[in-house]
């Protein structure tokens, strides 16, 4: 595994654990790009406002123009006014990475509380939180508001992120081409918060959440479920990034967690190994859960 881990592009961040023992780790501290990983913090947020009441699975949310983002997902094509409710977005956002339900749902719990859920779980920056609209649009819409959020405190940001937030998207997704994550325009963590994020969603103990997580392993039929009979995955891309992430549980009840994350300047040559990168991760599942990281 450390000769194909050393043959990946980029700069390469893992961390691979099996209960309490670090198996192998690689930067699992620095900080890295993620891509749409960082839903799982919107999911940790959701699934807060939810234990304390101030949030409900079966609660409605209703599509505005504003909400609309680029794909993936499916949400940003139906018509204004359609109706969804909280776990069908959040079902939506993390098995098939729709970012629209995603900005809607940070639009109803606001983005400090995501900040905060991030904090929780480890996590350092990010503030305040973009949405995948206001990633896109600082990313490659007008080079004035990139320009503006690089020059801005963090009210600031705010401030400018609320106004994009509040506007129709003006972002065409054939124009997502060029690496930004370089420029300090993505969402960061590093691998170990990213396991523990995946670790306290699994801690809720909330049957939906653990459906959610699941829907989407990301595997397919690349792993033999009965050594891991519980498999939860969110995966992330951006140009130059490449992210993906599994928390599952053993027939013994042991928690495995691999994370890997890529990031470089050639997006091409990091969008080539997505199949590499995912049948490590089934490799590593494998490995950590049959053998306790024997390799």
């Not at 881990?5 to 930067?27: A, N, S």
């Not at 983002?69 to 359609?82: I, K, W, Y």
């Not at 994020?197 to 699994?202: F, T």
């Not at 470089?264 to 969008?271: L, N, V, Y």
Request: cysteine-free.
């Amino acid at each position: 595994m450390a000769d194909r881990l050393d043959q990946l592009p980029g700069e390469v961040g893992v961390l691979i654990t099996r209960g309490d023992e670090e198996l192998v780790e690689r930067r699992a501290e620095d900080a890295a790009p993620l891509g749409s990983v960082f839903k799982l913090f919107v999911l940790l947020a959701t699934t807060e406002a939810v234990r304390s009441s101030e949030l409900a699975w079966d609660e409605t949310l209703v599509l505005t123009d504003p909400d609309r983002s680029l794909p993936s997902g499916r949400l940003q094509d139906e018509p204004t006014g359609s109706e969804i409710s909280v776990r069908e977005a959040a079902q939506e956002m993390i098995a098939i990475s729709d970012n629209t339900a995603t900005d809607l749902l940070i639009r109803r719990l606001g983005r400090e509380r995501v900040e905060a859920a991030f904090a929780s779980v480890g996590g350092a920056g990010n503030a305040p939180w973009l949405t995948t609209k206001g990633f896109f649009t600082l990313g490659w819409g007008d080079a004035a508001l990139a320009t503006q959020w690089r020059d801005a405190d963090e009210a600031g940001r705010r401030r400018l992120l609320d106004g994009i937030d509040d506007a129709p998207l003006s972002v065409d997704a054939a124009s997502v081409t060029n690496p930004v994550w370089n420029t300090g325009i993505d969402w960061f963590a590093s691998p170990a918060t990213v396991a523990a994020v995946h670790e306290a969603l699994l801690d809720t103990n909330d049957d939906t959440v653990r459906a959610i997580l699941s829907k989407n392993t990301g595997l397919g039929a690349d792993l033999d479920r009965t050594i891991l009979p519980y498999l939860g995955f969110k995966g992330g891309s951006a140009p130059g990034v490449l992210a993906a992430s599994w928390s599952g549980e053993t027939a013994k009840g042991e928690r495995v967690t691999v994370v890997i994350q890529l990031r470089g300047d050639d997006p091409a040559a990091i969008a080539g190994v997505q199949r590499e990168v995912f049948g490590l991760g089934a490799d590593a599942l494998r490995l950590a859960a049959e053998n306790g990281g024997q390799r």
